[in-house]
């Protein structure tokens, strides 16, 4: 690999070089009018200030002239400036952007272009060698981002096996895939990553297995649970972008939760048939998904019925036929999504893009975020405790909350957790510790009389309950969770951070195995949350939260 060594150069310097640039190629006539100030803005995408400092180092080397209350005119390239011209031209030669462009002899773009990045040094990939060569002639690719990017893929379906495919061909450094499912012959056909000799495997793993065959340079992990309730917010917490390629709205609402508690983009994919749509959710940027559901799909959701089994089953159902082609685009629009996010490039958050394959047609529309939506909350400070979901009882958690937040303060469940099935026939009970979201309708029946059983809910634990010398995760809570308490002033968040070395270390199917990190967190460690809560809900630590309650 071999690195030329440039200087780097001002913004204002390297726009300066591109006028200078277009004054020498004859693109700009001499004597001829610069665009107005604000579509130079528009076109560099640069700040009136930064134009201003170009503009005036032209007219200082002699290159262009104001004319008061008409704009910039270009000068005649003559002995005395042309070499001033040149010299700022080098400068700006680091990045290109068509001339043509400044020009106005380029059609635009679109409403958006790429931002320069003048303090992209030139590097001359070696292709023979260099797998992700290619995309260092991308003026704005920063291969170390995308090399450290951490990315959680919810769902290994149709979706789920273009964008992690998509990934891995991208050099995406972390992949953390996730889904409970397992892989039968008629997924075959939309799954560009599984093998007939694959049946019954897990999607999550041989997703994850094929995604570090395509890419041996990323690292990757895998985890096959229902990310409703098997997924640790602590991995979300850790992540730069999540993707959803999920195939129902409750798991969507729960991705959606999840990622506004933990401050992180998500985007979100859908697809039926030959249509698709494709949308990126920022907390506090416009609506989220929840936003976008009717009252009567929040009220179906929310699971509040006489019978809470049968409820989320009808969730489940209608599954829809796909198409591989459709999961292509709709995948391909959602990888270069997160790729944007990567490079903290703009995304048009809260919009829908639907794309419409009977017509070709492509649109994209605002939805309106909704003041009262319930997913609008971030989690504040997160205290991480040298916990483990394994081994740490609801005694001890409800003992560390008490100590910080006093006596009366009670553990938030995320949903709601079905601790018993009794039955109104036989009057027995049957214990279960289970999220609601693990318990099936059949299971929901009486073993003895065949009765639909009635459950009994929790979504608190307020330390009067007879289980709690059970363990964390015997009641359904996920390694490296976060788990929220409050005194009914106040909340506190706490990480069960002991998970860490098991939960997230993205080193499956490396070569050389090894040895997992299993040092203990060092005792308690107070740290501030990673990013700051979302613009509008600073006080997010004092904000309401309610699901499913
Ligand atoms: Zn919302
Ligand atoms: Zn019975």
């Known amino acids: 690999m071999k690195i030329l060594p440039v200087n780097r150069y001002s913004l204002a310097e390297t726009v300066a070089g591109k006028i200078a640039g277009t004054l020498i190629d004859g693109t700009l006539k001499p004597g001829s009018q610069l665009p107005s100030e604000r579509e130079m803005i528009s076109q560099f995408e640069i700040s009136r200030a930064t134009l201003r400092e170009a503009l005036k180092s032209l007219e200082e080397n002699k290159l262009i002239e104001a004319r008061p209350g008409v704009g910039w005119f270009t000068s005649d390239l003559n002995a005395k400036n042309v070499s001033q011209a040149h010299e700022l031209a ?15 002899n380029e059609p635009p773009t679109g409403p958006r272009r790429v931002p320069i990045a003048p303090e992209k040094p030139i590097h001359i990939p070696n292709l023979r060698t260099d797998r992700q060569g290619t995309f260092e002639f991308i003026s704005w690719w920063e291969r170390e981002k995308v090399a450290s990017a951490k990315v959680l893929v919810v769902g290994a379906g149709a979706l789920g096996n273009e964008v992690i495919k998509n990934l891995a061909l991208m050099g ?8 409970f499912d397992t892989i039968e012959a008629a997924n075959l056909s939309r799954s560009v990553l599984f093998r007939e000799s694959d049946n019954q495997r897990s999607k999550a793993e041989v997703a994850a297995a094929r995604a570090k065959a395509i890419n041996p340079q990323i690292n990757v992990q895998f985890l096959n649970a229902d990310v409703t309730s098997g997924l640790g917010l602590g991995v979300i917490r850790r992540m730069d972008v999540i993707i959803g390629c999920l195939d129902n709205r409750e798991a969507r609402l729960a991705v959606n939760r999840f990622c506004y508690w933990m401050n992180k983009p998500w985007v979100d994919g859908a697809i039926q048939e030959l249509l698709g749509l494709a949308r990126v959710f920022v907390p506090g940027k416009g609506a989220c998904y929840e936003c976008t559901l009717t009252e009567a799909a929040i009220r179906d959701l929310s699971l509040r019925y006489s019978c809470p089994l049968l409820a989320r089953q009808n969730v ?6 796909t198409t591989p082609t459709i999961a292509s685009i709709i995948g391909g629009i959602q990888s270069q999504e997160a790729l944007k996010l990567i490079h903290s490039m703009p995304v ?18 605002a939805y ?4 009262d939506c319930e997913s609008h909350w971030t989690y504040g400070e997160i205290t991480e405790l ?6 740490t009882t609801l005694e001890d958690l409800l003992r560390i909350v008490r ?3 006093g006596p009366n303060a009670v553990i938030e469940l995320d949903q709601e957790l079905l601790t018993s099935l009794d039955c ?3 009057h027995t009970s049957e214990q279960i510790f289970l999220p609601l979201s693990q318990v099936s309708f059949e299971a929901g029946h009486c073993a003895v009389c065949g009765t639909l059983r009635d459950t009994v809910l929790t979504h608190a634990i307020n330390g009067d309950e007879n289980f709690l010398h059970r363990s964390l995760a015997s009641i359904g809570v996920p390694a490296l969770h976060i788990l929220r308490a409050n005194n009914g002033q106040e909340y506190r968040f706490y990480e069960l951070s002991g998970d860490l070395p098991e939960a997230l270390h993205f080193r499956h199917f490396t070569r050389t195995q090894q040895e997992p990190d299993t040092r203990p967190v060092q005792g308690r460690i107070r740290i501030k949350a990673e990013s700051q809560p979302a613009e509008g809900h600073a006080d997010g630590a004092t904000g309401r939260i309610k699901l499913r309650a």
């Open 403 to 405: 100590a910080d937040l």
């Open 90 to 104: 080098r400068k700006a030669a680091v990045v290109s952007v068509p001339a043509a462009r400044l020009a106005g």
């Open 386 to 391: 040298p916990a483990r979901a394994e081994s």
């Open 348 to 365: 048009e958050a809260g919009k829908v893009t639907h794309f419409n394959g009977l017509n070709n047609e492509m649109h994209t529309t």
């Open 424 to 426: 109104p026939v036989c």
């Open 368 to 371: 309106v975020p909704r003041e």
């Open 172 to 179: 995406m450094g972390n992949l953390f895939i996730i889904d």
């Open 316 to 321: 489940l159902l209608g599954k829809v036929p």
